[in-house]
């Protein structure tokens, strides 16, 4: 996602916090094992110096040199782009009967092979964007309220303007 506003989520309890929210609307979604924010998992993989995104000063506020943060810091978006990728465990149905139990008769059995779908990560995609979406558009009205469109519109922009003057840009410098 692409044009948050810095200070979406909270800093404070687990719960409120945006990734935990997003994470918890994404795991929520069948056959879905895995999300990761940013760099997520390679993330741990690396060394403290290696994993934070550097900050520089820029011309229009703040620039980092990466978005291993995936535009999450301590609960709250960074004004960098939202980065959230999710694992899917492949479909139950397989060519291969695989074994199992009879659960009339707790005796070992097949599998029955029955073809239902072939792939179901373009669904998945679609969901998972939806999740996303929703998790967003409730941290917005949570932060900016407003009884219209109009007036959450009015908030935002007015936010926009208050901290102008401190906003990092989206752009990333580029790592040389």
């Known amino acids: 996602a692409h044009g948050l506003p810095i ?3 909270s800093f404070t309890s687990g719960d409120n916090r945006l990734d935990s929210q997003l994470a918890g609307a994404v795991m929520g979604i069948q056959a879905i094992k895995g999300v990761e924010i940013g760099d ?3 993330t741990a993989r690396r060394r403290g110096s290696a994993a934070h995104d550097e900050m520089y000063p820029g011309p229009d506020g703040v ?3 990466t978005n291993r943060a995936g ?3 301590g609960g709250m978006t960074n004004g960098q782009p939202l980065r959230v990728r999710a694992a899917m465990k492949p479909i139950s ?3 291969r009967a ?3 139990v009879d659960m009339a008769t707790g005796e070992e059995a097949v599998a029955i092979h029955q073809r239902s779908d072939v792939c179901a990560v373009p669904a998945a995609a679609v969901v998972v964007e939806t999740m996303v979406a ?3 558009a409730r941290a917005v009205l949570e932060k900016f309220g407003g009884d219209s469109l109009a007036e959450t519109r009015r908030n935002i922009d007015g936010y926009l303007q208050a901290v102008a003057h401190q906003s990092p840009s ?3 410098r580029a790592s040389g």
Do not use: D, M, N, Q
């Open 63 to 65: 620039v980092r040199s």
């Open 7 to 9: 200070g979406l989520g």
């Open 40 to 42: 997520g998992f390679e």
């Open 170 to 172: 989206e752009s990333i």
């Open 93 to 95: 149905t397989v060519p």
């Open 71 to 73: 535009g999450l810091e």
């Open 134 to 136: 929703l998790v967003l």
């Open 98 to 100: 695989l074994a199992t």
